[in-house]
């Protein structure tokens, strides 16, 4: 099976050297800085579990992309998920399965508009990584799970071929009959941090000591309520669960989404709360929340404008 993994940062890096590593053919969609990068020192993974450098791993510019894959890994930001499509569009043919691991749903709908729905599979991963300065994919803890499945929850000849490629491949994979449903679940819990932690500027433990456990709750309520109106009712214990990790005293969890808006850097807002608002009615904390990311991006974006006037006058003076 020929795989196309976009990107080689953190999450596509890191599943797409545990492939190659494994054996599997597998090429990396890279920009030409990255491939440079690969080319020059490798594909470095430093993990709990084992780290590897794999030299000189195939890579492919968008530009040079003339045929197409059989899987194609995509693990990009939300952000970038429009010029994602594009570029991967001359590596999508008849047969070809996409699987996305981007938190939320809003990716599914758009995946398919230009793809077609048969060609989406459902997808979620459960890992703690980053990319560091220098390059180097740094595993932050030994979960490196990957689930996937048919969108409709049927088992296929060509889910069966995928199975094949990731189980046994150096990370905890796992082939699912209700992948929609663990989709769903993870964007509630994804969500509820992410409003709350970024709302309060701070880590669960932090809003625990605050008094605000109950406003947690609230919107993790609001939360289920929305995916339970679009049919993906949450179990008692998967409730439970996201309850008792999101309230956990001492807990130092906090979303990425706040650590990106700590670095000034872009988030997936609209991706992970605006369209989980926009699919419910009544949720005013999740409304708030995303209000207040939406008014993090305005700023960034006018302060960035501001940046550039300055920066071009510097330059017309010198």
Known sequence: MRILVVGAGAI?????????????????????????????????????????????PRTVLAADLASSFDLVLLSCKAYDLQEAIASIAPAVGPQTAILPLLNGMRHTDLLAERFGTSRVLGGLCVISVLLTPDGVIDHLSEFHDLAFGELPGARSHRIESVASALLGAGFDSRLSTAILQEMWEKWVFIATMAGM?????????DIVAAGATDLVTALLDEC???????????????LERMRAMLTMPG??????????????????????LGDLARRGDEA?????????????????????????????AVAETT
């Open 12 to 56: 596509g890096g890191y599943f797409g050297g545990r492939l190659l590593e494994a054996g599997r053919d597998v090429t990396f969609l890279v920009r030409p800085r990255r491939a440079s990068e690969l080319a020059e020192s490798g594909l470095r993974i430093r993990s709990p579990l084992g780290d590897v450098t794999l030299r000189a």
């Open 284 to 312: 005013p904390l999740l409304r708030v929340a995303y209000a207040q990311v939406k008014a993090y991006e305005a700023r960034r974006a006018r302060e960035g404008h501001h940046n550039q006037r300055t920066r071009a």
């Open 197 to 205: 932690t970024c709302l309060m500027r701070a880590a669960v433990g």
């Open 224 to 238: 289920s309520a929305i995916a339970r109106g679009q049919g993906f009712t949450l179990s008692a214990a998967a």
């Open 251 to 272: 807990s130092t969890l906090m979303a990425s989404m706040l650590r990106d808006i700590e670095r000034g850097s872009p988030i997936e807002g609209d991706h992970i």
